[in-house]
Protein backbone atom coordinates (compact mmCIF):
# COMPACT_ATOMS: atom_id res chain seq x y z
CA UNK A 1 0.00 0.00 0.00
CA UNK A 2 1.08 3.40 -0.97
CA UNK A 3 0.38 6.71 1.00
CA UNK A 4 -1.82 8.00 -1.75
CA UNK A 5 -4.12 4.87 -1.30
CA UNK A 6 -4.08 4.80 2.44
CA UNK A 7 -4.84 8.71 2.42
CA UNK A 8 -7.86 7.91 0.20
CA UNK A 9 -8.82 4.72 2.76
CA UNK A 10 -9.00 7.09 5.42
CA UNK A 11 -10.81 9.90 3.95
CA UNK A 12 -13.51 7.36 2.80
CA UNK A 13 -13.84 6.17 6.58
CA UNK A 14 -13.89 10.02 7.88
CA UNK A 15 -16.62 10.88 5.24
CA UNK A 16 -18.73 7.40 5.10
CA UNK A 17 -22.47 8.14 5.18
CA UNK A 18 -22.07 11.99 5.91
CA UNK A 19 -22.96 13.02 2.49
CA UNK A 20 -20.17 14.93 1.82
CA UNK A 21 -18.39 12.52 -0.06
CA UNK A 22 -20.77 13.20 -2.90
CA UNK A 23 -20.14 17.00 -2.45
CA UNK A 24 -19.04 18.71 -5.86
CA UNK A 25 -15.27 19.60 -6.36
CA UNK A 26 -13.87 21.49 -9.09
CA UNK A 27 -10.19 20.84 -10.30
CA UNK A 28 -8.44 23.56 -12.25
CA UNK A 29 -4.56 24.66 -13.61
CA UNK A 30 -3.62 27.73 -12.42
CA UNK A 31 -0.33 28.91 -14.48
CA UNK A 32 0.00 32.27 -12.32
CA UNK A 33 0.02 30.58 -9.10
CA UNK A 34 3.60 31.09 -7.78
CA UNK A 35 4.26 27.74 -6.28
CA UNK A 36 7.05 26.20 -3.90
CA UNK A 37 10.61 26.34 -5.27
CA UNK A 38 11.25 22.68 -5.08
CA UNK A 39 8.05 21.37 -6.53
CA UNK A 40 8.23 21.05 -10.73
CA UNK A 41 4.85 20.90 -12.72
CA UNK A 42 1.92 22.80 -12.91
CA UNK A 43 -0.35 23.67 -9.77
CA UNK A 44 -3.42 22.29 -10.24
CA UNK A 45 -6.15 23.77 -7.63
CA UNK A 46 -8.80 22.02 -5.85
CA UNK A 47 -11.90 23.65 -4.57
CA UNK A 48 -14.22 22.32 -2.21
CA UNK A 49 -17.13 23.80 0.09
CA UNK A 50 -15.64 27.31 -0.12
CA UNK A 51 -11.99 26.04 0.28
CA UNK A 52 -8.84 25.83 -1.93
CA UNK A 53 -5.82 23.72 -1.85
CA UNK A 54 -3.11 23.68 -4.39
CA UNK A 55 -1.33 20.35 -5.71
CA UNK A 56 1.58 20.59 -8.37
CA UNK A 57 2.10 17.74 -10.68
CA UNK A 58 3.74 16.44 -13.90
CA UNK A 59 0.05 15.59 -15.19
CA UNK A 60 -2.68 17.78 -14.07
CA UNK A 61 -6.65 17.68 -15.42
CA UNK A 62 -9.52 20.36 -15.08
CA UNK A 63 -12.61 18.47 -14.32
CA UNK A 64 -16.02 18.43 -11.84
CA UNK A 65 -16.25 15.46 -10.18
CA UNK A 66 -17.20 14.23 -6.33
CA UNK A 67 -14.71 13.36 -4.07
CA UNK A 68 -16.40 9.82 -3.66
CA UNK A 69 -14.56 9.52 -7.02
CA UNK A 70 -11.53 8.44 -5.73
CA UNK A 71 -12.45 5.80 -3.19
CA UNK A 72 -13.28 2.71 -5.93
CA UNK A 73 -10.69 4.32 -8.66
CA UNK A 74 -7.96 2.36 -9.85
CA UNK A 75 -5.01 5.41 -9.12
CA UNK A 76 -2.63 3.49 -11.62
CA UNK A 77 -1.88 6.94 -13.73
CA UNK A 78 -0.68 10.01 -12.59
CA UNK A 79 -3.12 11.65 -13.69
CA UNK A 80 -5.68 10.13 -11.02
CA UNK A 81 -2.92 9.97 -8.52
CA UNK A 82 -2.62 13.83 -8.79
CA UNK A 83 -6.47 14.28 -9.09
CA UNK A 84 -6.65 12.02 -6.10
CA UNK A 85 -4.07 14.31 -4.01
CA UNK A 86 -5.47 17.42 -5.10
CA UNK A 87 -9.04 15.94 -3.32
CA UNK A 88 -7.42 14.87 -0.32
CA UNK A 89 -6.06 18.17 0.28
CA UNK A 90 -9.11 20.22 -0.10
CA UNK A 91 -10.96 17.98 1.59
CA UNK A 92 -8.67 17.50 4.77
CA UNK A 93 -8.53 21.66 4.55
CA UNK A 94 -12.29 21.65 4.79
CA UNK A 95 -12.50 19.10 7.53
CA UNK A 96 -9.57 21.42 9.47
CA UNK A 97 -7.58 17.82 9.41
CA UNK A 98 -5.25 20.76 7.90
CA UNK A 99 -4.16 23.91 7.80
CA UNK A 100 -1.35 24.34 5.38
CA UNK A 101 -3.27 24.32 1.66
CA UNK A 102 -1.43 26.74 0.00
CA UNK A 103 2.67 27.30 -1.28
CA UNK A 104 4.56 29.72 0.87
CA UNK A 105 4.69 33.00 -0.71
CA UNK A 106 7.61 33.87 -2.96
CA UNK A 107 8.89 36.16 -0.36
CA UNK A 108 9.77 33.31 2.05
CA UNK A 109 11.25 31.13 -0.49
CA UNK A 110 15.31 32.68 0.82
CA UNK A 111 14.71 31.73 4.04
CA UNK A 112 13.42 28.29 3.29
CA UNK A 113 16.52 27.90 1.19
CA UNK A 114 18.70 28.73 4.22
CA UNK A 115 16.93 26.61 6.40
CA UNK A 116 16.91 23.54 4.17
CA UNK A 117 20.76 24.15 3.84
CA UNK A 118 20.78 24.30 8.00
CA UNK A 119 18.85 21.48 8.43
CA UNK A 120 21.35 19.58 6.14
CA UNK A 121 24.46 20.85 6.35
CA UNK A 122 26.97 17.92 7.52
CA UNK A 123 23.82 15.29 7.05
CA UNK A 124 23.74 12.13 4.01
CA UNK A 125 20.96 12.53 1.92
CA UNK A 126 19.70 10.11 -0.94
CA UNK A 127 17.87 12.02 -3.64
CA UNK A 128 15.54 10.49 -5.49
CA UNK A 129 14.42 11.39 -8.81
CA UNK A 130 15.28 13.60 -11.29
CA UNK A 131 17.37 16.28 -9.77
CA UNK A 132 18.25 18.44 -13.36
CA UNK A 133 17.80 21.98 -12.81
CA UNK A 134 16.63 21.84 -9.26
CA UNK A 135 17.01 24.42 -6.49
CA UNK A 136 17.68 21.64 -4.21
CA UNK A 137 20.63 20.25 -7.01
CA UNK A 138 22.20 23.59 -6.61
CA UNK A 139 22.18 23.76 -2.30
CA UNK A 140 23.29 20.37 -2.59
CA UNK A 141 26.18 20.91 -5.05
CA UNK A 142 27.62 24.65 -3.23
CA UNK A 143 27.46 22.21 -0.36
CA UNK A 144 29.52 19.71 -1.53
CA UNK A 145 32.10 22.38 -3.22
CA UNK A 146 32.55 24.15 0.48
CA UNK A 147 33.66 20.95 1.81
CA UNK A 148 35.63 20.50 -1.11
CA UNK A 149 37.25 23.47 -0.62
CA UNK A 150 37.56 23.63 3.21
CA UNK A 151 39.42 19.66 2.19
CA UNK A 152 41.67 21.14 -0.05
CA UNK A 153 42.93 24.33 2.34
CA UNK A 154 43.57 21.37 4.26
CA UNK A 155 44.88 19.26 2.10
CA UNK A 156 48.76 19.07 0.96
CA UNK A 157 50.26 16.30 -1.41
CA UNK A 158 53.95 15.26 -0.64
CA UNK A 159 55.89 13.82 -3.25
CA UNK A 160 56.42 10.01 -3.53
CA UNK A 161 60.19 10.20 -2.81
CA UNK A 162 59.81 11.33 0.61
CA UNK A 163 58.01 10.01 3.46
CA UNK A 164 60.79 6.87 3.47
CA UNK A 165 62.55 6.87 6.99
CA UNK A 166 63.38 10.41 8.47
CA UNK A 167 64.93 12.93 7.16
CA UNK A 168 65.98 16.16 7.89
CA UNK A 169 64.78 18.00 5.23
CA UNK A 170 61.00 18.90 4.77
CA UNK A 171 58.83 16.66 2.61
CA UNK A 172 58.41 18.38 -0.60
CA UNK A 173 54.94 20.09 -1.14
CA UNK A 174 53.50 19.48 -4.74
CA UNK A 175 50.74 22.41 -5.37
CA UNK A 176 48.07 21.30 -6.61
CA UNK A 177 44.50 23.76 -7.65
CA UNK A 178 41.48 23.43 -6.64
CA UNK A 179 39.95 23.42 -10.33
CA UNK A 180 42.75 19.57 -10.50
CA UNK A 181 40.91 18.31 -7.62
CA UNK A 182 37.59 18.74 -9.10
CA UNK A 183 38.37 17.00 -12.55
CA UNK A 184 39.66 14.16 -10.69
CA UNK A 185 36.07 13.95 -9.17
CA UNK A 186 33.64 11.13 -10.76
CA UNK A 187 30.00 12.01 -9.80
CA UNK A 188 27.59 9.29 -11.05
CA UNK A 189 25.34 10.65 -13.67
Do not use: W
Amino acid sequence: MDIITDSVKKINVLLKNSGCEEGCVFLDVNADIVYCQYDKGACMVATFGGRSAEFVTQDPIRARTKISFMFDAALDSLRTRAAACSIINVAAGFFCISRILHSCPESSHTDCIKQLEHEIGGKRILCIGDMHQSKLLSVIISFMIRILQMLFSLMVMVSPNRGQGISSRPAKVQSVSFASVLQQLVLPD
